[in-house]
């Protein structure tokens, strides 16, 4: 194929192309993933969806550098990854603070390394947990702060260094309703006024539908691409879209869509 046959389209950020992977052990040998090809836009919003054990968290590692791919390789803004990087900010479900830092210092610490100076690191730390309404607790320790507060920080902290793309794998899973409802509306918030390319992994269609432009559903393992839907529901959103007949049609397809994947893994075992 020319190079002509394979650019990506307009807008294209990350590239994900015939990514594999196969965990070995010594009982056993398990093909988590693949093989899954996906081109992510800059501005673009997009979940993960899928059965449990399908390989969200896997394809999620494999774009953050944390993992390597059996075969593939994924490109973010043309240049292919082989480990972590600045360019990607992570959430995951749960807390990754250092709990012996203060939540200013936690923000800070990530921004180590960089060409910003002390006070410059300073200011930008207490922007972005102003942008993410802890202010009021820029001085505390993690073990002080609610569940939903310390993800508050984890957001800061991951966009503070200004990712091209922000990967988050349940970040809000282990959060309880209220508090997981307020935690999308504030993401929608920040990412209305920031755009930016998210690779989002959840379990719960209404959020994949609230938050997404993109939603991608794998199959069960190994898991492939199985359905890739724009809803296309309007920007900016309310909460009134989770009773909105747009959403319970998505919704309908996507728990059928599911369904019929988790009854394939019942039956071959
Ligand atoms: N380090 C590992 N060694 C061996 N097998 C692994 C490893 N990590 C994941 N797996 C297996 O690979 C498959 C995919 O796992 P993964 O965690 O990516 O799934 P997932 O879709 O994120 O699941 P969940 O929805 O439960 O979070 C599973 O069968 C899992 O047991
Ligand atoms: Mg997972």
Avoid at 187 to 208: M, P
């Amino acid at each position: 194929m020319s190079r002509m046959d394979t650019a990506p389209t307009e807008g294209t950020d990350a590239v994900l192309t015939g990514i594999t992977k196969t965990y070995h052990s010594r009982k056993r040998t398990v093909e988590a993933l693949g093989p899954v090809s996906l081109e992510l836009k800059a501005d673009e919003f997009t979940t993960l969806i899928g059965v449990s054990g399908c390989g969200k968290s896997t394809l999620l590692h494999i774009v953050a550098g944390l993992e390597q791919p059996t075969s593939g390789r994924v490109e973010i803004g043309g240049s292919e990854v082989f480990g972590p990087g600045r360019d990607r900010g992570m959430v995951f479900q749960s807390y990754t603070l250092f709990p012996w830092l203060t939540v200013q210092a936690n923000v800070e610490f990530a921004l180590r390394d960089t060409e910003l100076s002390r006070a410059e690191r300073r200011e930008r730390a207490r922007e972005y947990l102003e942008l993410v309404g802890v202010s009021d607790f820029r001085d505390a320790f993690p073990s002080q702060l609610s569940g939903g507060m310390r993800q508050r920080v984890a957001i800061a902290r991951a966009l503070s260094y200004r990712p091209r793309m922000l990967l988050m794998d349940e970040p809000f899973g282990a959060l309880d309703a209220q508090t997981r409802q307020d935690m999308q509306e504030l993401l929608l918030q920040v990412w209305e006024a920031h755009r930016l390319n998210v690779l989002f992994v959840t379990h719960d269609i209404d959020e994949a539908i609230f938050l997404s432009d993109r939603i991608v559903m794998l199959s069960g393992r190994p898991g492939r691409v199985k359905l890739d839907l724009r809803p296309g529901i309007p920007r900016p959103r309310t909460v009134d879209i989770l009773t909105s007949p747009v959403l319970m049609s998505y919704k309908a397809r996507l728990l059928a869509a599911l369904r019929e994947e988790g009854a394939a893994a019942t039956r071959a075992g």
